[in-house]
């Protein structure tokens, strides 16, 4: 995967750009607030369809702009092609795919293929459950366009599900005429789901190790473990079947435990991902540069993992990488990424060799 030019205008401090990337690495490079996070952002928006920052679309839009327009061109394996998104005041956006408007935005996942690494992905380590769990279906649904489907329709049931245990002290007829029908979708869904969780994470353990054992002389060894909101082994979760009536059964039989609570209390919405370093929770005991090391090592394996299976090297974006990271895990990161492309911000020219981007209020420069 190659991300070989972005064209943007009136995205956030950027009112026109049109920047070149290199093979390599390419640093972008410049004081704070110029513009450097605000670039990775508008090639990440463009792949996912979704911000790392914000989750209204109307924040992006420079101040005092009306409309918003970034262009991404890249290429795979196979063939050079463009993405470009235009995002309108009050207005519904408009992706388009080698200028064909997408019907939906989902479709733009897993086109062009990149794994992202910001200073908030300590929260992966640190933070509740939601945080590794949204890890988990960027990453899953960048590969299976199915687990992104399969995740739609499972929050809409969720949704349906929901409704009908809040209103179940009002109108008991309809949830007991319904419940069952929900109960099988939401465990249909479910069971597909937990088994591309727990087939992801059976990869991402060793991976993870692997980056681990080079960062750190082996002295560290990390577990990044699939907790299921079923509880038991996660190898059991690849076998979807019997997921589904684990699932089904829990859903039947808890139901007034569940309208005491006022929802769903059972499903991958309750996933967790246990992250643990030399067998204690990472969470807890590890220090801040080695939760930062988990959270990065936890990137660099995604896009292993993407190579592996679909034969892509994914772009690395990295924002502001190398701070707290001391010198054995700097160096190891700057070897690790040599031979494939990246996009790295820091506010240091010399963090690292590579193709310079110099960011000065929102325009960027070659050098
Ligand atoms: N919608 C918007 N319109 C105009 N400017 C915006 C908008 N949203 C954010 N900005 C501005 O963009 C600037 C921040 O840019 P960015 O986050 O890319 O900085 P940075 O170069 O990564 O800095 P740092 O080194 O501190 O991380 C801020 O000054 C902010 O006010
Ligand atoms: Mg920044």
Same mark, same amino acid.
């Given at each position: 995967? /190659?991300?070989?030019?972005?064209?943007?205008?009136?995205?956030?401090?950027?009112?026109?750009?049109?920047?070149?990337?290199?093979?390599?690495?390419?640093?972008?490079?410049?004081?704070?607030?110029?513009?450097?996070?605000?670039?990775?952002?508008?090639?990440?928006?463009?792949?996912?369809?979704?911000?790392?920052?914000?989750?209204?679309?109307?924040?992006?839009?420079?101040?005092?702009?009306?409309?918003?327009?970034?262009?991404?061109?890249?290429?795979?394996?196979?063939?050079?092609?463009?993405?470009?998104?235009?995002?309108?005041?009050? /207005?519904?956006?408009?992706?388009?795919?080698?200028?064909?408007?997408?019907?939906?935005?989902?479709?733009?996942?897993?086109?062009?293929?990149?794994?992202?690494?910001?200073?908030?992905?300590?929260?992966?380590?640190?933070?509740? #459950?939601?945080?590794?769990?949204?890890?988990?279906?960027?990453?899953?649904?960048?590969?299976?366009?199915?687990?992104?489907?399969?995740?739609?329709?499972?929050?809409? *049931?969720? /949704?349906?599900?929901?409704?009908?245990?809040?209103?179940?002290?009002?109108?008991?007829?309809?949830?007991?005429?319904?419940?069952?029908?929900? +109960?099988?979708?939401?465990?249909?869904?479910?069971?597909?789901? +937990?088994?591309?969780?727990?087939?992801?994470?059976?990869?991402?353990? @060793?991976?993870?190790?692997?980056?681990?054992?080079?960062?750190?002389?082996? /002295?560290? *060894?990390?577990?990044?473990?699939?907790? @299921?909101?079923?509880?038991?082994?996660?190898?059991?979760?690849?076998?979807?079947?019997?997921?589904?009536?684990?699932?089904?059964?829990?859903?039947?039989?808890?139901?007034?435990?569940?309208?005491?609570?006022?929802?769903?209390?059972?499903?991958?919405?309750?996933?967790?991902?246990?992250?643990?370093?030399?067998?204690? #929770?990472?969470?807890?005991?590890? +220090?801040?540069?080695?939760?930062?090391?988990?959270?990065?090592?936890?990137?660099?394996?995604?896009?292993?993992?993407?190579?592996?299976?679909?034969?892509?090297? #994914?772009?690395?974006?990295?924002?502001?990488?190398?701070?707290?990271?001391?010198?054995?895990?700097? +160096?190891?990161?700057?070897?690790?990424?040599?031979?494939?492309?990246?996009?790295?911000?820091?506010?240091?020219?010399?963090?690292?060799?590579?193709?310079?981007?110099?960011?000065?209020?929102?325009?960027?420069?070659?050098?």
């Amino acid at each position: 995967m /190659k991300c070989n030019r972005i064209q943007i205008q009136n995205f956030r401090n950027i009112e026109t750009a049109d920047v070149r990337f290199g093979d390599g690495v390419n640093v972008l490079v410049g004081a704070n607030a110029q513009g450097k996070t605000n670039l990775l952002e508008a090639i990440f928006y463009v792949a996912i369809g979704k911000s790392f920052r914000t989750s209204h679309d109307e924040d992006m839009i420079r101040f005092g702009a009306d409309v918003c327009e970034i262009s991404l061109d890249f290429e795979d394996s196979r063939r050079e092609q463009n993405l470009t998104v235009r995002l309108m005041a009050g /207005k519904r956006r408009r992706i388009e795919h080698n200028r064909v408007r997408l019907a939906k935005v989902s479709e733009v996942v897993g086109l062009f293929r990149t794994v992202l690494f910001c200073p908030e992905h300590l929260s992966l380590v640190k933070d509740g #459950p939601a945080e590794r769990r949204a890890f988990l279906d960027v990453a899953v649904s960048q590969l299976y366009p199915n687990y992104l489907h399969s995740l739609q329709t499972y929050h809409q *049931i969720l /949704k349906q599900r929901n409704g009908l245990i809040r209103d179940a002290e009002t109108d008991r007829k309809t949830f007991n005429d319904t419940v069952e029908f929900w +109960s099988e979708q939401l465990a249909h869904e479910a069971a597909v789901l +937990s088994q591309y969780r727990a087939r992801y994470l059976k990869l991402l353990q @060793p991976a993870i190790r692997a980056c681990f054992a080079e960062m750190t002389d082996g /002295k560290e *060894i990390p577990d990044v473990v699939y907790e @299921p909101s079923l509880h038991g082994d996660p190898e059991d979760y690849e076998d979807a079947a019997a997921t589904e009536a684990r699932y089904r059964e829990k859903l039947m039989s808890n139901h007034e435990r569940e309208i005491a609570a006022g929802s769903t209390l059972w499903g991958i919405h309750k996933d967790d991902i246990r992250i643990d370093l030399n067998g204690k #929770p990472a969470r807890l005991f590890a +220090s801040q540069g080695q939760q930062r090391s988990l959270a990065l090592a936890m990137k660099l394996a995604e896009g292993e993992i993407c190579r592996d299976i679909c034969g892509e090297v #994914p772009v690395f974006l990295l924002d502001d990488v190398f701070s707290e990271l001391d010198a054995a895990r700097r +160096s190891y990161l700057s070897e690790k990424i040599q031979g494939r492309q990246v996009i790295i911000t820091s506010c240091e020219p010399t963090v690292t060799a590579g193709h310079l981007i110099r960011v000065e209020n929102g325009e960027y420069r070659e050098e």
